[in-house]
């Protein structure tokens, strides 16, 4: 299937993530296929086993957008939604990484086949805590489950019953800190009972295939590789950073218009040299653009003009 590889807590490639499950970090993770890919930011997408329609058709659209974003795909390799989502991502042309419950050189359950082969061929990973060979045992998915939630930065949770082993890896990634996303559900479904209940207990709504693009953008400052550019005027933006550094959904806020068309705006004016993301994710003009900014300001006020947005440092006009 791929080649072999090892890694023990501790040695370079262990994945920062799962040090953070302590004492319950596994040893030695086995995989197949790329190393490097535990290293790039990936977001877990999971959900039920048995899942209905809808379930399926929201799990291939979160491995859809996640591709299509640059994010990397986690999941368990299940049945339903874990197979919809890592299926969905690979078809995109993106990258998966299946966390299996079983040693990385079995595939199961077999149906999965095409995903753990698959996700190897086009640069992903099958991952595990037990050693090469070993079969399903009870206890290896309650440990893989953990590992799923610490593998990324953010949890998507699809659809899941009350009492299931998708509500354990969402546990083990809220006690993490890693924010949730989960899609609501009809309240006389059993599959969405959990969803639901994450989202009472404060997990992130996602109402719409905008909304998870929205947020992968926030969470991962990502975007999509589709889509129009819409809104280009860079004096409005300008003038609002140099009165505060703010995050796309507050300038979005301040300017009356939607995020993704702020954070597609300010990713072209990063690579143009307009303006810096900070530590926190809020952005600021850099320097060169300020001083251009005051130079033409002082003009302004001169003539008695409105002071016009800053030139492009890469020649042209914004």
Same mark, same amino acid.
């Given at each position: 299937?791929?080649?072999?590889?090892?890694?023990?807590?501790?040695?370079?490639?262990?994945?920062?993530?799962?040090?953070?499950l302590?004492?319950?970090?596994?040893?030695?993770?086995?995989?197949?296929?790329?190393?490097?890919?535990?290293?790039?930011?990936?977001?877990?997408?999971?959900?039920?086993?048995?899942?209905?329609?809808?379930?399926?058709?929201v799990?291939?659209?979160?491995?859809?957008?996640?591709?299509?974003?640059?994010?990397?795909?986690?999941?368990?390799?299940?049945?339903?939604?874990?197979?919809?989502?890592?299926?969905?991502?690979?078809?995109?042309?993106?990258?998966?990484?299946?966390?299996?419950?079983?040693?990385?050189?079995?595939?199961?359950?077999?149906?999965? %086949?095409?995903?753990?082969?698959?996700?190897?061929? #086009?640069?992903?990973?099958?991952i595990?805590?037990?050693?090469?060979?070993?079969?399903?045992?009870?206890?290896?998915?309650?440990?893989?489950?953990?590992?799923?939630?610490?593998?990324?930065?953010?949890?998507?949770?699809?659809?899941?019953?009350?009492?299931?082993?998708?509500?354990?890896?969402?546990?083990?990634?809220n006690?993490?800190?890693?924010?949730?996303?989960?899609?609501?559900?009809?309240?006389?479904?059993?599959?969405?009972?959990?969803?639901? #209940?994450?989202i009472s207990?404060?997990?992130?709504?996602?109402?719409?295939?905008?909304?998870?693009?929205?947020?992968?953008?926030?969470?991962?400052?990502?975007?999509?590789?589709?889509?129009?550019?819409?809104? #280009?005027?860079?004096?409005?933006?300008?003038?609002?950073?140099?009165?505060?550094?703010?995050?796309?959904?507050?300038?979005?806020?301040r %300017?009356?218009?939607?995020?993704?068309?702020?954070?597609?705006?300010?990713?072209?004016?990063?690579?143009?040299?307009?303006?810096?993301?900070?530590?926190?994710?809020?952005?600021?003009?850099? #320097?060169?653009?300020?001083?251009?900014?005051?130079?033409?300001?002082?003009?302004?006020?001169?003539?008695?003009?409105?002071?016009?947005?800053?030139?492009?440092?890469?020649?042209?006009?914004?």
């Amino acid at each position: 299937m791929g080649a072999r590889w090892e890694v023990a807590r501790g040695e370079e490639g262990y994945p920062e993530g799962v040090l953070e499950l302590g004492d319950d970090a596994p040893e030695r993770i086995y995989g197949v296929g790329s190393r490097e890919v535990l290293g790039l930011p990936c977001i877990s997408v999971i959900g039920a086993r048995r899942a209905t329609p809808y379930g399926i058709a929201v799990a291939e659209m979160a491995g859809r957008v996640a591709a299509e974003c640059g994010i990397v795909v986690v999941s368990g390799g299940a049945l339903g939604c874990d197979h919809a989502a890592s299926r969905a991502a690979l078809d995109a042309g993106g990258r998966t990484v299946v966390v299996s419950g079983c040693g990385a050189d079995v595939v199961y359950p077999r149906s999965s %086949l095409d995903v753990f082969h698959d996700a190897v061929r #086009q640069g992903g990973a099958v991952i595990s805590l037990r050693a090469w060979g070993k079969g399903p045992r009870r206890f290896a998915f309650l440990q893989r489950n953990a590992v799923i939630a610490a593998l990324s930065r953010c949890l998507f949770v699809t659809e899941a019953g009350m009492r299931s082993g998708t509500m354990s890896t969402a546990e083990t990634a809220n006690a993490l800190g890693r924010p949730i996303y989960a899609i609501p559900g009809s309240i006389f479904s059993p599959n969405s009972m959990g969803t639901n #209940q994450l989202i009472s207990d404060g997990a992130c709504i996602i109402a719409s295939e905008m909304d998870l693009e929205t947020k992968i953008a926030l969470d991962y400052g990502s975007l999509r590789l589709v889509g129009e550019q819409g809104f #280009q005027s860079s004096s409005r933006v300008v003038s609002a950073l140099v009165a505060s550094p703010m995050r796309p959904d507050e300038l979005a806020t301040r %300017l009356g218009e939607p995020v993704l068309t702020l954070v597609r705006t300010l990713s072209d004016y990063e690579t143009r040299g307009v303006v810096e993301r900070l530590p926190d994710g809020s952005y600021t003009v850099s #320097q060169a653009a300020y001083r251009d900014y005051q130079r033409r300001a002082d003009a302004a006020g001169a003539t008695g003009e409105k002071a016009p947005g800053p030139r492009n440092p890469g020649g042209g006009s914004s």
